[in-house]
């Protein structure tokens, strides 16, 4: 049996993963599908977000994020997300089906990332069986659907490009192929998530240092000058406002929101306790928006963090150490007790994908040590921001791809061992 076994896995290998593809995309559409409801509207929903895309849909500014008051003009978030959601307005209003519109391009675009797990593991030298393992124990879990944040998106551009970007760090390829599209990707993406930047400098500079002159000068202008002018006009917008040249002044607020007195670990206990220190809660620190302006407002804030973390130093690291977990293994509560049924198997399974990802790196280490690296500085660098302010769950959302993939991997070994030959095969599939 094993002779024809292998020889159908062999002659239609693209087509199981085409199906397979196929399959996950209509499974978690399927297990993310969302009620039309009558009664809801955009208003609702959104916290700066949404009140910011209204105002692009309404006045065509980015203006007014908090809750408190209206403080004017912003840079506390990134434009493409905002617009995305401005766009969806125009097409289908700010009443139900405004809103409902909004939570299904969410769900098809949670759906396209999981769809490419297979894709992305092949080319990541995991093979594409441990991609759709991975894929499963996603729709199975569940993770939260975050149609208010950026984060969906953010994920499904950080795949792509992580499929893209590894064919490229191949020694064999000497062409620049798509570089146009890879370089587009790029500065969207940074547009969308600046966290990611470093990520993507880091991963750049890889690919740099593998090649040579003639070769560098041909990539210059796709994956660094289009990136750099696909953010411009955000930053020169940014400078006739602001007179600063910027992407997002949010720092300081979350820096000086996360570490104080009577700052906790997470977003929701600090809300709870009414030591969230935001414009959305606090009237005060609202009109101090409008009396100093944004730029200067936050600039004060960081100042104050800077001061309190050195005058402070155990609790910022007692702080930072609870947020560093809760990254890895998301609680609100610190309990780990989580608030409703339905996120216990959720929770449950993220941690131990997260466990099990740490042996899927020396897995991923002795197959393809380029693959690693490119997984290590992802998860090393893209939660920086992260240690240190708030604690929010949607937070590691955008690299939570990268952690079953590497989570599944032990599993996909374990079961490899038990396999056939002609199974093996197929797991193993090269890039």
Not at 81 to 108: D, E, H, N
Not at 194 to 219: G, K, Q, Y
Request: glycine share 6%.
């Amino acid at each position: 049996m094993t002779g024809p076994l292998f020889a159908f896995v062999s002659a239609h290998r693209s087509h199981l993963v085409a199906c397979a593809v196929a399959g996950l995309f209509l499974a978690c559409v399927f297990r993310y599908w969302v009620n039309f409801d009558p009664n809801d509207k955009v208003a609702g929903h959104g916290q700066e977000m949404g009140r910011v895309a209204i105002n692009v849909y309404e006045k065509g500014e980015f203006r007014d994020p908090y809750g408190a008051l209206k403080t004017g003009p912003t840079a506390h978030l990134n434009p493409v997300y905002p617009s995305l959601l401005a766009a969806m307005m125009g097409l289908f209003g700010t009443q139900a089906a405004g809103i409902f519109a909004i939570k299904l391009m969410a769900v098809v675009a949670v759906a396209s990332q999981v769809a490419l797990f297979p894709l992305v593991s092949g080319r990541l030298g995991m093979g594409a069986l441990n991609g759709f393992i991975a894929a499963c124990i996603w729709i199975v879990a569940k993770p939260m659907l975050v149609y208010e944040w950026e984060s969906s998106y953010a994920a499904l551009l950080l795949v792509i490009i992580a499929l893209i970007f590894r064919r490229y760090l191949d020694p064999d390829v000497r062409t620049v192929g798509p570089a146009w599209f890879l370089g587009a990707l790029v500065g969207l993406l940074i547009l969308i998530l600046p966290t990611s930047a470093l990520v993507l400098a880091v991963w750049l500079t890889w690919d740099v240092l593998h090649r040579d002159r003639r070769f560098i000068r041909a990539r210059i202008v796709p994956l660094v000058v289009l990136p750099a002018l696909i953010i411009s006009p955000w930053l020169i917008r940014n400078y006739l406002v602001f007179h600063r040249l910027m992407l997002r002044d949010n720092l300081g607020l979350e820096l000086g929101s996360a570490n104080n007195d009577c700052a906790q670990f997470a977003v929701q206990l600090n809300t709870n306790s009414g030591c969230n220190i935001h414009p959305n809660e606090k009237v005060a620190e609202a009109q101090k928006i409008l009396v100093m302006g944004e730029p200067q407002y936050n600039d004060m804030r960081k100042r104050e963090a800077f001061e309190w973390i050195a005058s402070h130093p155990a609790r910022f690291m007692q702080l930072t150490g609870m947020r560093v977990v809760a990254f890895w293994f998301p609680t609100e509560t610190w309990t780990f007790h989580h608030y409703t049924g339905r996120r216990k198997r959720e929770r449950g399974l993220m941690y131990m994908m997260s466990l099990l990802s740490v042996g899927g790196v020396f897995i991923l280490y002795r197959r393809d040590r380029v693959s690693c690296g490119l997984c290590i500085v992802c998860l090393t660098l893209f939660p920086i921001p992260y240690y240190i302010t708030q604690f929010v769950f949607w937070h590691s959302y955008p690299v939570l791809w990268m952690i079953f993939l590497l989570g599944a991997l032990p599993i996909t070994a374990l079961l490899n061992r038990s396999f056939p030959a002609s199974l093996r095969f197929a797991a193993s599939e090269s890039r």
